[in-house]
């Protein structure tokens, strides 16, 4: 009997050994030496359909910034009633053809473009109207969603415009102890396609990746690993024979 305890007890810390994992974010870097390299910037993120963009305009002219700001005042209905297109405080939603509908100018095509490239594009198209206007164009639907094995998985709002897979996981509370590094996925969904792409934070090129930057509405999965797995089904295991024995006992009373 003691020989039978002793293997069982050896098997659960061979077990346990076998389950050993890397927990370290970017465990290839020395410690003794300084890591450098080029950093990547974030790619400029473009304008696009279902965009929900703030707009504001000032110039020296009262009248004139109250013209072209009504639109950030209008009511949901009153717009959808007169143009279809959402102007509220909450901004201006970019439409299936890339477009929005802007005070006194009317449709504006304004998918494809950069912040800069759209703020310079609305500065020479109210040029006409309005002497030296100053415009600031910010998103504000740039929001990435992290679920799976984190502390806090939830859809985020980015206040910025740019947010890196790191600082995206900090906004989760980070992984848990279950989480893969090692293969984290992340899901993208632009000009039509899906890309999806798995990347390993225990390595520091992560770092240089074109995917460390997040971009609006992307999704980020941490895969649990295979401890948590047998877990899930240990405890779905023990709930099925609770579950079962439960309903020999009421088989057997019933009879009694």
Do not use: H, W
């Amino acid at each position: 009997m003691k020989k039978v305890g002793f293997l069982l007890i050896m098997a659960l810390l061979l077990g346990a050994c076998g389950q050993k994992r890397n927990l370290v974010y970017f465990s290839d870097l020395r410690d003794s030496i300084a890591y450098e390299s080029r950093i990547i910037e974030a790619s400029n993120i473009k304008i696009k359909s279902g965009d929900i963009l703030s707009i504001s305009v000032s110039t020296l002219n009262p009248e004139s910034n109250i013209l072209f700001n009504t639109g950030t005042l209008q009511s949901i209905e009153a717009n959808r009633e007169s143009s279809g297109n959402l102007a509220t405080s909450q901004g201006y939603l970019v439409d299936s053809k890339g477009q929005i509908n802007f005070p006194v100018v009317g449709k504006i095509a304004i998918a494809g473009k950069t912040k800069e490239e759209a703020t310079d594009f609305l500065v020479s198209t109210l040029k006409p109207y309005v002497k030296d206007p100053i415009i600031n164009l910010r998103f504000l639907n740039f929001r990435v969603t992290v679920v799976g094995e984190v502390n806090k998985p939830s859809t985020f709002t980015v206040t910025g415009d740019q947010i890196n897979l790191i600082e995206a996981l900090g906004l989760a509370g980070d992984m848990t102890m279950y989480g893969k590094r090692e293969n984290v996925l992340l899901i993208r969904e632009e000009e039509g396609k899906r890309t999806m792409v798995r990347l390993d934070l225990n390595k520091k090129e992560t770092m240089d990746s074109k995917y460390f930057f997040l971009k609006q509405n992307d999704i980020v999965y941490v895969e649990p690993d295979k401890m948590k797995e047998k877990q899930s089904r240990t405890d779905i295991r023990t709930i099925t024979l609770i579950s079962s024995l439960a309903s020999l006992a009421i088989v057997a009373i019933s009879r009694l």
